[in-house]
């Protein structure tokens, strides 16, 4: 912003006689054998003695790839906002180095990619049936004709769902901060949404969750260090500038309507567009890198 692994209990093929205990071995009975006498314990052979198990050797830890990138960025943000060089080497350095490519950063996104594909679904489904219908689909009629803002807060737990994960958590302080930028861009009436807003929407929020991302992984606590007010708001709005750009070009590069996508195409959709974006995320930070 660990914990140890807890016993499981045993196996279904797991005996009942713990590993340690020596095993009881039955008397040789066969023909021309006379029955062992049990009280004499001469009748009764020596246990053999079960060997300990082999013990794993636990592995290393593994390194932390996120220190360059962190140092990076906590020297951006202790400039408030001015070492523009720091901004890019720490966001080119996290997703080549600390997330190891595009590919894997996408992965990294986790619940964010459910809630990207679902705000795209119902996105479509609002375009093509209505805001009544598509709200009625989830049995949320009753937020029909209500302010975006308050439909889209009352989507929430369809949306992003949170169980108390900080994944989860990530998805949905994005959404929230995607709620909260729809009036300022005029965005009031959900049946009056064009395609056009509506791909703003769906860019608003993979933008606010890859910064979500980003800031969890190297930026926890370090954009609150100036103590100039100004200077954070420099830092959030250059950073937020920054990523919204490469989710837009990304977007565009697609070639897609978002509204007529079929339901099976948006998995697909939103992975290949948190990839290009962070791959164009990338090349424009170590341009930056280099200034």
Known sequence: MGTSGSYGGPSPGS??????????????????????????????????????PVRPVPQPAPLDNFTAPRTNFTRYARSGGNDR??????????????????????QRMGSSRGTTARLANFLTSVSNQGAREALRSLNLEALAGRPIEEIFLGLADYICPESGTVDEGIARDAFIETVAELASLGMTDLDGLTPAQMQTVFELYAAHAIEARICNDIGSKSIALPADVGAVERIQAQLKDFIRRSVSDAVTQARTDLTTLAPERVNGFVDTIYQAAFDILQTMAEGLAQT
């Open 15 to 52: 005996s009942l006689v713990p590993t340690w205990v020596d095993p009881i071995l039955s008397p040789p009975v066969g023909p021309g054998l006379p029955p062992p006498d049990i009280a004499d314990p001469a009748a009764i052979p020596p246990a053999v003695p079960v060997p300990p």
């Open 85 to 106: 060089t720091s901004l890019g080497r720490a966001i080119s350095g996290y997703v080549s180095g600390g997330v190891g490519g595009s590919r894997r950063a996408v």
